[in-house]
């Protein structure tokens, strides 16, 4: 989910305007609202709210939320805790700047709620930069973060995946790189007969065992694998495996 649906989103939430003009019942998919009466407070989606205000033909009511005191609550709270705080709106962002853009006229103190709605987003955004980087230390394949909202996910999701796939590249290439040739002299375990080469091969606990083709009756068991060298690897030389030995 990319940030123009989040916003999108967003705009399906309510909130309550003034009109000035008089309109029955409008049906929507997501249902009816209305009547609209003159001076009188309805409920509506916030695209409808903002289209109409565009129009001068409403009134905004901010919500209850976007109000410096309780905005400031909000803030202090957050910064006392570890970790994220639910928030006021799931879309608290995308409405406060949806609606301080079409009707700043209709708010108060303006710019001291969009002053508090950037420090607790700054805040939040570090919690969530510190989150990702112990996640990525510690090197687990999932995390559980409460109270995050959706475009606070858009922020990071662009990078995250990139950044552990190339971690795990790296984490693979260093691997790689302790198999390599001058780690000691190879120690050769035993031919491999000419008609199981192509069988495969399977790890049975500490030795290697070849599985005949079927009819080429039971699987021949090669030697046990010394126990400095089990996690070394295994490397196919022609038609003799070499165990590589570890620094």
Request: positive net charge; charged residues 30%.
């Amino acid at each position: 989910m990319d940030p123009a649906e989040v916003e999108f989103l967003a705009e399906k939430e309510m909130v309550s305007i003034i009109p000035n003009f008089n309109f029955d019942r409008i049906f929507l998919i997501s249902g009816e609202i209305g009547p609209f009466r003159a001076g009188l407070p309805v409920k509506v989606p916030i695209w409808m709210a903002i289209n109409l205000r565009q129009r001068q033909k409403c009134r905004i009511i901010p919500p209850d939320w976007m109000d410096v005191d309780k905005l400031l609550e909000v803030k202090e709270i957050e910064s006392q805790s570890r970790f994220f705080t639910k928030m006021p709106s799931e879309h608290y962002m995308v409405e406060a700047r949806l609606l301080l853009g079409a009707a700043a006229e209709d708010i108060t103190r303006t710019d001291e709620i969009r002053t508090v709605l950037k420090d607790i987003w700054d805040m939040r955004m570090s919690k969530l930069r510190t989150s990702v980087d112990a996640f990525i230390r510690s090197g687990s394949t999932h995390a559980r973060l409460d109270h995050l909202t959706q475009m606070e996910l858009c922020s990071v999701r662009p990078l995250l995946p990139d950044a552990l796939d190339q971690l795990h590249r790296l984490q693979k290439r260093k691997s790689l790189k302790q198999h390599l040739p001058g780690q000691g002299n190879p120690r050769r375990l035993r031919s491999i007969p000419n008609e199981v080469l192509s069988a495969g091969l399977v790890l049975l606990g500490k030795e290697f065992t070849i599985h005949k083709k079927p009819g080429q009756g039971n699987p021949r068991r090669l030697r046990s694998i010394p126990n400095e060298v089990l996690s070394a690897g295994l490397v196919l030389l022609g038609k003799e495996f070499t165990i590589i030995h570890k620094k």
